[in-house]
Nanobody, 120 residues
Framework: QVQVVESGGGLVQAGGSVRLSCTAASGSSFSINDMEWYRQAPGKQREIVAQLNSDGQSKYVDSVKGRFTISSDNAKNTVYLQMNGLKPEDTAVYYC?????????????WGQGTQVTVSS
């Protein structure tokens, strides 16, 4: 019922910055209750990077605290991940995950993933 599209990934040098976007759209009325960013590096388990709930409370994995910022533009149904001071170890496929209420039901939706590669 909800389509989620990510954008903003690419190749960046260490110390650089990238902003990822995740936009949700639907033909039905919906609301976003929770927004999350995950990443998965080759050969590694997917990990949660950042979380933003509907109350504006955010959380980050220790490895990105002080460098990454999760935010949202509710009017655009979009969540962002601003990544500064990038390190090679940040290289991964980044996925957004949205928990949405459609009618009286709650669903989770995943973006298609976007590659972020940080060169040393």
């Amino acid at each position: 019922q909800v389509q989620v599209v990510e954008s903003g990934g690419g190749l960046v040098q260490a110390g650089g910055s990238v902003r990822l976007s995740c936009t949700a759209a639907s033909g039905s009325s919906f609301s976003i209750n929770d927004m999350e960013w995950y990443r998965q590096a080759p050969g590694k388990q997917r990990e949660i990077v950042a979380q933003l709930n509907s109350d504006g409370q955010s959380k980050y994995v220790d490895s990105v605290k002080g460098r990454f910022t999760i935010s949202s533009d509710n009017a655009k149904n979009t969540v962002y991940l601003q990544m500064n001071g990038l390190k090679p170890e940040d290289t991964a496929v980044y996925y957004c995950r949205l928990v949405c209420a459609v009618g009286v039901r709650t669903y989770q939706y995943w973006g298609q993933g976007t590659q972020v590669t940080v060169s040393s």
